[in-house]
Every structure is written in structure tokens, then in C-alpha cells.
T-cell receptor, first 114, second 115 residues
Framework: GESVGLHLPTLSVQEGDNSIINCAYS??????FIWYKQESGKGPQFIID?????DKRQGQRVTVLLNKTVKHLSLQIAATQPGDSAVYFC?????????????FGKGTHLIIQP | DAEITQSPRHKITETGRQVTLACHQT?????MFWYRQDLGHGLRLIHY???????NKGEVSDGYSVSRSNTEDLPLTLESAASSQTSVYFC??????????????FGPGTRLTVL
């Protein structure tokens, strides 16, 4: 099965509400995690990352939470806007593990309703 | 501004033909990668390179090859295109040398259709 997976393939939220996208990983050796956003017809775009020595990191309107105990990663988007509609991927990496250590989840489609 | 580009953006070819997809980055990144993206599979790694003259196989390398003659380019070649290789292909690059612990930046993608 997938080393990195997402609990929900589609998430629909009202404009202005907060969104939470979840990701589970199984490799306890993973120490670097990335969230990407992919809009239709475009390549994945880096949003935010976090290393395993942290449990929370904030960016502009986004927060990533890492729970190593249960191997869970989440992306919180505050006050969602129409431009947030996209597919969101999490990815995990083992530092020094080579390219084979980088694994992407299948993605969650975030839909923003007016 | 530094960037990563792919060409062509769309390509239709026939089974058995050789196809080369171009990837060019101007960040001077050591690491470059090729992925394919298919519904239900997410992004899967095809080949990658840690620097000039270095190439490595990824998860789904069969039927594909790459070469790295300079820092900026990593062309992906399909030696004999098959319908199973119909997909969207993404190139990416990252800064670190020798280990993937830094962010990968993606190109806009190439949509390849093999008839």
C-alpha cells in the first residue's frame, strides 16, 4: 500500500471557513514532510514544509501540524478563498535516503463553495 | 527569474516511436527528477539525477531513460512509446547535492498521448 496516504479524496468547504487536509504516513524514519498544491493543468507548487524536530510550522494562512506518535500530518488553511481550490499532496522524505525516500500521497481535492 | 521549463507542453505520438521530453532549469540545482502523474497513482518517480553524468532509476523506470550532460537539462526519452506511457510528465529540481532533503520545484508538465 501507499506509504503516504490521505484520509479523504475530496474535501468541500465554504468560502471563508478553515480547511484541514489530513495525511497519514507509515515510515517512522521519515524526517521531512512537504505539502504541495496543484491547480488544474499546472505542476505541483510548494506550500510549506516541516522537519521531524518540529510539531508545528506556520506560513501565510497555512499551518502544518506533525504528530510523529501517530504518524499524522495535516495542513490547515485559514479563511479559504476561491483560489485555494486545488489538489493538495503531502510528501515524505528520509534525509539521506536518496530519491527512493521521497513518497507522495495521491492527493486531496479541495473544493471551495461560495 | 530562475525557473524550470518543460517542452513540449503537449505531445501526441504513435506506439513504437521514440519520444524525448525536455526539462530545463535555471536555478543551478544539482538534483533533477522526472515523475509521471496518473489518476489513482499520484506522482511516481521515473528517474533522477544528483548531478552531471549521474542518473538513477526510480520506481517506474522501465521504458524510460535520461541523460545529464549539464546542470541545466535532464531530457527524458521513451525509447519505444507504449500506450501505457500515456500520462502527464513532470520535471522537478532541488538544491541539495547527494540527498533529497530539500524542496523540489516542479515544471508545468507535459501531457503525452501515445496512440
Amino acid at each position: 500500500g501507499e506509504s503516504v496516504g490521505l484520509h479523504l479524496p475530496t474535501l468541500s468547504v465554504q468560502e471563508g471557513d478553515n480547511s484541514i487536509i489530513n495525511c497519514a504516513y507509515s515510515n517512522s524514519a521519515s524526517d521531512y514532510f512537504i505539502w504541495y498544491k496543484q491547480e488544474s493543468g499546472k505542476g505541483p507548487q510548494f506550500i510549506i514544509d516541516i522537519r521531524s524536530n518540529m510539531d508545528k510550522r506556520q506560513g501565510q494562512r497555512v499551518t502544518v501540524l506533525l504528530n510523529k506518535t501517530v504518524k499524522h500530518l495535516s495542513l490547515q488553511i485559514a479563511a479559504t478563498q476561491p483560489g485555494d481550490s486545488a489538489v493538495y499532496f503531502c510528501a515524505e522524505n528520509v534525509t539521506g535516503g536518496g530519491a527512493d525516500g521521497l513518497t507522495f500521497g495521491k492527493g486531496t481535492h479541495l473544493i471551495i463553495q461560495p | 527569474d530562475a525557473e524550470i521549463t518543460q517542452s513540449p507542453r503537449h505531445k501526441i505520438t504513435e506506439t513504437g516511436r521514440q519520444v524525448t521530453l525536455a526539462c530545463h532549469q535555471t536555478w543551478n540545482h544539482n538534483n533533477m527528477f522526472w515523475y509521471r502523474q496518473d489518476l489513482g497513482h499520484g506522482l511516481r518517480l521515473i528517474h533522477y539525477s544528483y548531478g552531471v553524468q549521474d542518473t538513477n532509476k526510480g520506481e517506474v523506470s522501465d521504458g524510460y531513460s535520461v541523460s545529464r550532460s549539464n546542470t541545466e537539462d535532464l531530457p527524458l526519452t521513451l525509447e519505444s512509446a507504449a500506450s501505457s506511457q500515456t500520462s502527464v510528465y513532470f520535471c522537478a529540481s532541488s538544491e541539495s547535492g547527494g540527498a533529497i532533503s530539500d524542496t523540489q520545484y516542479f515544471g508545468p508538465g507535459t501531457r503525452l498521448t501515445v496512440l
